[in-house]
């Protein structure tokens, strides 16, 4: 493990000084057993890829959608990257390895060969971690949560596959051919709280945002008011609240009214498409609504 070599390759500035079943826990949304990827879904390159757009926010910075989910739908996982001088900061990694070979290709498009990687995870639900074996083999240095240890420690990503695998369904064939072989790996560095990186003389601030699930990070670059909210912020559906309960939801609304206090132009969530920060009280109102029914 390569736990603090990030240190000597960038400025970390720190700011401010419930139990679940499996199911619970590891499933990022609810499964329909009945439920195996279409041929329109995977119409692209390959399975596992979905149906990805490329969205250009500034020159240094992209925010992808439509990475492949299981759950269909059409709203797709998403992902960022922010191209500093001499680096690459991903933030998330999609939900297979097909995703993330997506992600690194795109990333190449605008490298030189030689640039420092690091890979923000904003959670450690499948949707959002099992590419991640792709930047690491390049190297990256993974930044995650505290929390996200104890979870890859728990299940770790063949445990966590296999599980997503029989919950829909699908033959492990099915499974090795839409996943990959998923490899999660302890993150490099752990975030407690809101940290400002400094990477190139690019901010990019990580926010601690638990409401979804207790480990949510959130990463917001002031350099192009872009918020990557993970599943923070859910575009114009459902939020999943079904990893908390009432204080968890209390805690959630906290870090939305948090969000509102910064310069936003554009929100990438978790899922959905790209949206501004109105959204951000659609999503309060939504958790106001839940909390009143209890």
Known sequence: MRRGLIYSAIFIISLYGSSFSLSERYSPVDIDSSTVPSEKQESVEK?????????????????ITGLYHSSGGGSGTNAGIIFAKNSVIFIDSGMSIASG?????TAQEKM??????????THHHSDHVFGMRVMEEKGAQVIAHKLVEGEFIEMDGEQYKRFL????????????LIFG?????????????????????????????????????SVYH??????????????????????GGPEEWKLWI????????????TVVPGHGKLCSREEIDRNISYLKEVLAKK
């Not at 490329?54 to 992209?62: M, R």
């Not at 029989?166 to 033959?171: A, D, H, K, L, P």
């Not at 906290?254 to 132009?265: G, P, T, V, W, Y």
């Open 47 to 63: 399975p596992g890829l979905g149906n990805p757009e490329v969205h250009k926010l500034q020159d240094n910075v992209l925010a």
């Open 101 to 105: 070979e997506f992600l690194w290709k």
């Open 112 to 121: 030189k060969g030689n640039e420092n990687l690091y890979l923000i995870l």
């Open 165 to 176: 695998v029989e919950r829909s369904g699908w033959s492990k064939e099915q499974g090795d």
């Open 181 to 217: 072989d998923v490899v999660l790996s302890q993150p490099d560095v752990l975030i407690e709280k809101d940290t400002v990186l400094n990477i190139d003389g690019e901010e990019v601030h990580i926010l601690v945002t638990p409401g979804h699930v207790p480990d949510e990070l």
């Open 222 to 243: 002031p350099g192009s008011r872009t918020l990557f909210a993970g599943d923070a912020i859910y575009e114009g559906s459902r939020l999943t609240t079904r990893f």
């Open 254 to 265: 906290s870090h939305l009214e948090r969000f509102k206090k910064l310069d936003i132009a």
